[in-house]
């Protein structure tokens, strides 16, 4: 017999035994598919993530906040120190007033905060413009610890502290995920085995006429070993076609919110998508080669 007719049988009994029991054949591409769907929306998170932090490190600022009292002098001597930094590429200095106009722009809900007060609630500053792949190393965090100290500065807000905080949840979103998709995608082995198990001892009595005639190990197993490729390879398409309908829901409910910004700006490419594909049908097909691989179908028989 040629390899395509091979083929040809094992797909046409994979799908009929998939038909006959549907029902235990459903639970385990259901499982297949709530494990891959979960690790995709971990990757989905944590993809848009990466590259929010990623636009989010090119516009980085270095703001530096002035006290109130600071003298004319030290003034001058701080705005020189900032010139003279190799990485930077532009100071902007807004006065008190210029700043508080920005926060009520900005966060227009807030404005409220801002009235009432005697004199102006936000501090002059100078912000900073920087050369991103110049700004790592000691030298630029000794700059900013000599700007913390400088006596006519209050505060200096680095950007690039709270960008390090999102890149550690970023990892930690990452390694959630697959953590969790592992352990489920084990179940799903698991039960994709259980299922090709059973199918082979209600089997067991053709298994044993094929046997009879001489049949190969290869030509027995096979449509087993399809039944599980094509479990899995289902749970993988499903899995991709929930996640993409729970996208479809979020981008539209999320739209315009801070939220909708962060964690659903893009949509995984079709190469994540068709790798969760490929995951599902390996899982499935480990499963089955994990449930027939400790002896021959000849000991099923009884």
Same mark, same amino acid.
């Given at each position: 017999?040629?390899?395509?007719?091979?083929?040809?049988?094992?797909?046409?009994?994979?799908?009929?035994?998939?038909?006959?029991?549907?029902?235990?054949?459903?639970?385990?591409?259901?499982? =297949?598919?709530?494990?891959?769907? $979960?690790?995709?929306?971990?990757?989905?998170?944590?993809?848009?993530?990466?590259?929010?932090?990623?636009?989010?490190?090119? #516009?980085?600022?270095?703001?530096?906040?002035?006290?109130?009292?600071?003298?004319?002098?030290?003034?001058?001597?701080?705005?020189?120190?900032?010139?003279?930094?190799?990485?930077?590429?532009?100071?902007? #200095?807004?006065?008190?007033?210029?700043?508080?106009?920005?926060?009520?722009?900005?966060?227009?809900?807030?404005?409220?905060?801002?009235?009432?007060?005697?004199?102006?609630?936000?501090?002059?500053?100078?912000?900073?413009?920087?050369?991103? %792949?110049?700004?790592?190393?000691?030298?630029?965090?000794?700059?900013?610890?000599?700007?913390?100290?400088?006596?006519?500065?209050?505060?200096?807000?680095?950007?690039?502290?709270?960008?390090?905080?999102?890149?550690?949840?970023?990892?930690?979103?990452?390694?959630?995920?697959? =953590?969790?998709?592992?352990?489920?995608?084990?179940?799903? =082995?698991?039960? $994709?085995? %259980?299922?090709?198990?059973?199918?082979?001892?209600?089997?067991?009595?053709?298994?044993?006429?094929?046997?009879?005639?001489?049949?190969?190990?290869?030509?027995?197993?096979?449509?087993?070993?399809? #039944?599980?490729?094509?479990?899995?390879?289902?749970?993988?398409?499903?899995?991709?076609?929930?996640?993409?309908?729970?996208?479809?829901?979020?981008?539209?409910?999320?739209?315009?919110?801070?939220?909708?910004?962060?964690?659903?700006?893009?949509?995984?490419?079709?190469?994540?998508?068709?790798?969760?594909?490929?995951?599902?049908?390996?899982?499935?097909?480990?499963?089955? =080669?994990? %449930?027939?691989?400790?002896?021959?179908?000849?000991?099923? #028989?009884?």
């Amino acid at each position: 017999m040629k390899l395509y007719q091979a083929l040809s049988y094992f797909f046409r009994e994979a799908w009929i035994s998939l038909a006959r029991s549907w029902k235990v054949s459903l639970l385990a591409v259901v499982t =297949i598919a709530v494990s891959l769907g $979960i690790g995709g929306t971990f990757l989905l998170i944590s993809r848009n993530l990466g590259g929010l932090v990623e636009r989010w490190r090119g #516009e980085a600022r270095v703001v530096v906040y002035l006290r109130p009292d600071a003298g004319d002098a030290d003034r001058a001597d701080l705005e020189a120190k900032i010139r003279a930094a190799p990485w930077v590429t532009a100071s902007e #200095e807004k006065s008190a007033a210029a700043a508080a106009a920005q926060f009520r722009q900005i966060f227009p809900g807030l404005a409220d905060l801002l009235e009432g007060w005697e004199e102006e609630p936000m501090p002059p500053s100078i912000e900073i413009v920087f050369d991103p %792949s110049r700004a790592d190393g000691a030298p630029f965090a000794a700059w900013t610890a000599a700007l913390r100290e400088h006596p006519a500065v209050g505060m200096v807000d680095d950007d690039r502290d709270w960008l390090r905080q999102l890149e550690t949840l970023t990892t930690l979103v990452r390694g959630a995920g697959l =953590i969790l998709g592992a352990i489920l995608l084990g179940a799903a =082995i698991f039960t $994709i085995a %259980s299922v090709i198990r059973l199918t082979a001892f209600l089997y067991q009595d053709e298994i044993a006429v094929m046997r009879l005639v001489g049949a190969t190990e290869f030509y027995i197993r096979g449509p087993f070993y399809v #039944e599980g490729l094509v479990q899995g390879l289902l749970g993988g398409a499903l899995a991709v076609a929930g996640l993409s309908a729970a996208y479809a829901v979020a981008t539209r409910r999320a739209a315009g919110t801070l939220l909708g910004a962060v964690l659903v700006p893009q949509f995984l490419s079709w190469q994540p998508l068709a790798l969760l594909v490929l995951v599902g049908g390996a899982a499935g097909l480990t499963g089955a =080669i994990l %449930s027939l691989r400790r002896e021959k179908l000849g000991s099923v #028989e009884g």
